[in-house]
């Protein structure tokens, strides 16, 4: 699996055209591999999509259009050494969408965006944040939950030694929940 990856992404970034590698549902062996750039075409975003014991290390994504890196239906999945940079004037550039996941780490990274630095959607569980340097940005967000009744809870959201500068919003984090059963439970901030 590892060198049909490493063929894909070669492949994908010869493109003059916007692409996407999709990997079939299933388990793989994967060594470490690393994904050179740059690109010919532009990389939209980073998508993990149910992927599971994993780390995703020393990865740099700029100047995005919408999100950078979006993570759904993930377990067990730490970001180490992340960069995401785009200027505070881009529109809904959030830089980690986190949604239906669980035992998510996000540490010793730098998120710069127009946006949230991370977002959690519904079913976001044990997601810890540490050492993360944020700014300019909104801040770190619980988005908008209750608005359908299908949506789970999000639990345990830890931030942890981490710093906020130039925020172009009063608070570092903030939440949007709509009036329905409680969707939030246990939100740790610490040393910010």
Not at 4 to 32: F, G, R, V
Not at 66 to 76: A, E, K, R
Not at 114 to 123: E, F, K, T, W
Request: one cysteine or more.
């Amino acid at each position: 699996m590892t060198q049909a990856l490493k063929n894909a992404w070669k492949d994908t970034c010869a493109s003059m055209n916007a692409a996407k590698i999709l990997i079939p549902t299933s388990t793989y062996k994967l060594e470490q591999v690393y994904l050179r750039v740059p690109c010919k075409a532009p990389i939209e975003n980073f998508g993990f999509g149910f992927l599971n014991n994993s780390i995703v290390r020393d990865i740099t994504s700029k100047d995005r259009k919408n999100f950078h890196v979006i993570v759904l239906g993930c377990n067990n999945v730490t970001f180490a050494n992340f960069t995401i940079n785009a200027p505070a004037t881009s529109p809904n550039t959030d830089g980690i969408h986190i949604g239906r996941s669980s035992e998510i780490n996000i540490i010793d990274s730098f998120i710069s965006t127009g946006d949230d630095y991370i977002s959690l959607g519904d079913g976001s569980r044990d997601i810890n944040v540490l050492r993360v340097t944020c700014g300019p940005g909104h801040g770190i967000s619980v988005g908008c939950l209750g608005k359908f009744t299908y949506e789970e809870p999000v639990e345990v959201f830890i931030v942890k030694n981490c710093t906020f500068r130039n925020k172009t919003t009063e608070k570092g984090s903030r939440h949007g929940l709509l009036p329905r059963e409680p969707l939030l439970c246990l939100i740790c901030i610490k040393t910010i």
